[in-house]
């Protein structure tokens, strides 16, 4: 028996190996449906609506649960909904849940600058989606003091996590450290106007990174957009399906490490680089210029 339990453990420990070598999954594959893409209805959002926390230079009114202001951070520890308003040149808001919650953070006129790091932190969760309320006027905004190490976070809107920015309010991101959007899994952009300066790339998804519809101007130092995976499959892709686009960036203006797809939309793009680069292309003629 003793060595029948050595080998079921060793299996063990071999599989969930396997399943940790990459923070990419295959969730997000292009080649199937997705069940968390916002645009399909059976996905499951934050039901609960853990009400609003309004920003200010000397704290927050929290007022709800899973919530803590401390040392100039925002901790939010409770999966649901939360709506944030007010204005903070000092604050960092940090999504901390287990891998299988979700978290809506819903922008309501909101302003967050963080000298010494992100605006916003997803250090774990499922997912995280960010919804700018309609006509809102947002903006959020790192500085150049960051502490962490190479492999830390290392952007304005940061998220460790699958990533979703959607709404139809306004969003402005600068990235004055590196990159101003950046998830090192999968990042999608529905309906929202978002604007975003970064210093190095612009919106940067380790996994894939897919815009289906909305507004996106971006101006960036290196990259536009980029995807950088290349060791789990299915992954590494841009995708454009929608939605109206306007970069300038320093090299690249679309980068993916495996696939680049660009089906509709408009895309206006200046490039210090290529204006696309990758290693498979699939693009609609007309659609760039």
Known sequence: ???????????????????????????????????????????????????????????????????????????????????????SSSCQVVVNVTKTEQVELILDNVSIVNPTGPAIYCDSADKLFVTVKEGTDNTLKDGTGYQNGEDGPNAALYSDDDLTIRGTGTLRVTGLYKNGVSSKNDIKIKDVHLIVDAYNTGIRGKCSVTVESGTVEITAGNDGIKSTEMETEGKGYVTVSGGTLTITAGDDALQAETVLTVSGGSIKATAGGKVTNAPTENITPGVIS
């Not at 399909?40 to 309004?54: F, H, K, M, V």
């Not at 230079?57 to 100039?72: F, L």
Request: overall charge negative; charged content about 15%; hydrophobic content about 30%.
């Open 1 to 87: 028996m003793q060595k029948y339990f050595s080998l079921a453990l060793a299996i063990a420990l071999c599989l969930g190996c396997a399943l940790s070598f990459s923070a990419c999954t295959n969730k997000s594959d292009p080649s199937r449906t997705d069940m968390n893409n916002p645009s399909d209805p059976s996905e499951s959002l934050p039901a609960t609506q853990n009400g609003t926390i309004t920003l200010h230079n000397d704290g927050a009114d929290v007022g709800s649960t899973g919530v803590t202001y401390e040392n100039n951070t925002l901790t939010i520890a409770k999966a649901g909904s939360y709506t944030l308003t007010g204005s």
